[in-house]
């Protein structure tokens, strides 16, 4: 019998810990991920574009303004997309018919743009909740609250606070 002083590791999830939780990996993803992105963009959008949305408002909140390099940046650790992409997916939401988002030249900085929701572009937003929200009233009506916040809690001490933590819609 082998005894290791207790470290890190030994209070650490094992490897069969671990490998259950991989195990959900692709099913949450593609299964339940995807679909939620389809039903958020109600047909609308795509979900780079849905993306951006929620980038904004989730970074800002209303009113706020984030700085389209910061976009350009994680649209493309998340999708593999590059900027001139990015540019056309901004052009597309910020003119008719979608008018969800408005750019302007960094008043800090004149060489950069900043870029924020419209008032159409918050309503929008809202309806992605609600229909989020709809699609999990159908996935999880089999999970009590108490079930649901256990998950968040785990969710959140894994990958830190929620990006809507606090605000209610």
């Known amino acids: 019998m082998s005894t290791t002083p207790t470290n890190a590791r030994d209070t650490a999830a094992s490897r069969e810990t671990l490998t259950d939780l991989l195990g959900f990996f692709y099913p949450i993803h593609?299964?339940?991920?995807?679909e939620l992105e389809r039903r958020m963009c109600q047909g609308r959008l795509?979900?780079?574009?849905a993306a951006i949305i929620?980038?904004?408002e989730s970074e800002v909140g209303p009113h706020g303004w984030i700085r389209r390099k910061l976009i350009e940046q994680t649209l493309s650790d998340?999708?593999?997309t590059r900027n001139s992409h990015v540019s056309q997916l901004l052009y597309e939401l910020s003119s008719p018919p979608l008018s969800l988002i408005e750019?302007?030249?960094?008043?800090?900085s004149g060489r950069e743009k900043v870029v924020a929701l419209t008032d159409e572009g918050r309503t929008y937003f809202n309806t992605m909740i609600d229909a989020g929200l709809a699609y999990f009233a159908v996935?999880?009506?089999h999970l009590s609250d108490d079930e649901l916040r256990a998950g968040i809690?785990?969710?959140g001490r894994a990958f830190g606070p929620p990006s809507l933590l606090?605000?209610?819609y």
């Open 30 to 34: 593609y299964r339940i991920g995807m």
């Open 54 to 56: 929620w980038l904004i």
């Open 78 to 80: 998340w999708f593999e």
């Open 139 to 141: 996935l999880l009506p």
């Open 166 to 168: 606090g605000r209610r």
């Open 153 to 155: 809690r785990f969710l």
């Open 103 to 108: 750019q302007k030249t960094n008043p800090e």
């Open 46 to 49: 795509s979900r780079q574009q």
